[in-house]
């Protein structure tokens, strides 16, 4: 069984849907991340959780919001979805500890999302 | 805004060949730097991670470190035409939960 995995693979949705992208992890890994990639814009961070109560915000959090339910569980929203948001949605997570690392990042399989 | 630079390419070598992947980042208080290998439409797989200066060695894979030149590489030997991917240079950002600021990758393509 995949170590991250993202639910749903795919989604076709309409602008002003409230939708949620879900991923869990068996890695016990402390952090977890939510990027999204763009054609020609690479990947870029929307939030990241060390913990269960601990979430932050990155580069691109507007439009975003996310649930660290569980240390395995990190969700993503979209409150309204509007059609730039159409991207391919990638979950990661890595391990803490002492030390210098480095803490490699391990990614789940994508979700491609759609908004028309 | 850190940010790392790739050539975008496409590299195109010959299969057997030495490819080369080369990327510069601006923060010079990372520490951690990673590269992984993307499949059209599928998840970045991490290749090799390096945080010591110098090289560091996996299989077919080498990774290079220079901080004073805030630069790294990556070289594949004996390239196969299973190894034509986007590559992505990351580095680490120590004020953003160690999150990655990605390169926009080199496109490689190896031709049998």
């Known amino acids: 069984d995949a170590d991250v995995t993202q639910t749903p693979r795919n989604r076709i949705t309409k602008t002003g849907k409230r939708i949620m992208l879900e991923c869990s992890q068996t890695?016990?890994?402390?952090?977890m991340y939510w990027y999204r990639q763009d054609p020609g814009l690479g990947l870029r961070l929307i939030y990241y959780s060390f913990d269960v109560k601990d979430i932050n915000k990155g580069e691109i959090s507007d439009g975003y919001s996310v649930s660290r339910q569980a240390q395995a569980k990190f969700s993503l929203s979209l409150e309204s979805a509007i059609p730039n948001q159409t991207a391919l949605y990638f979950c990661a997570t890595s391990d803490s500890g002492p030390g210098q690392g480095p803490y490699e990042q391990y990614f789940g399989p994508g979700t491609r999302l759609t908004v028309t | 805004q850190k940010e790392v630079e790739q050539n975008s390419g496409p590299l195109s070598v010959p299969e057997g060949a030495i490819a080369s992947l080369n990327c510069t980042y601006s923060d010079r208080v990372s520490q951690s730097f990673f590269w992984y290998r993307q499949y059209s439409g599928k998840s970045p797989e991490l290749i090799m991670s390096?945080?010591?200066?110098g090289d560091k060695e996996d299989g077919r894979f080498t990774a290079q470190l220079n901080k004073a030149s805030q630069y790294v590489s990556l070289l594949i030997r004996d390239s196969q035409p299973s190894d034509s991917a986007t590559y992505l240079c990351?580095?680490?950002?120590?004020?953003?939960?160690?999150?990655?600021?990605f390169g926009k990758g080199t496109s490689l393509l190896v031709t049998p």
């Open positions: 890695k016990g890994h402390d952090r």
């Open positions: 390096i945080y010591s200066n």
């Open positions: 990351a580095v680490e950002g120590v004020n953003s939960g160690y999150a990655l600021n």
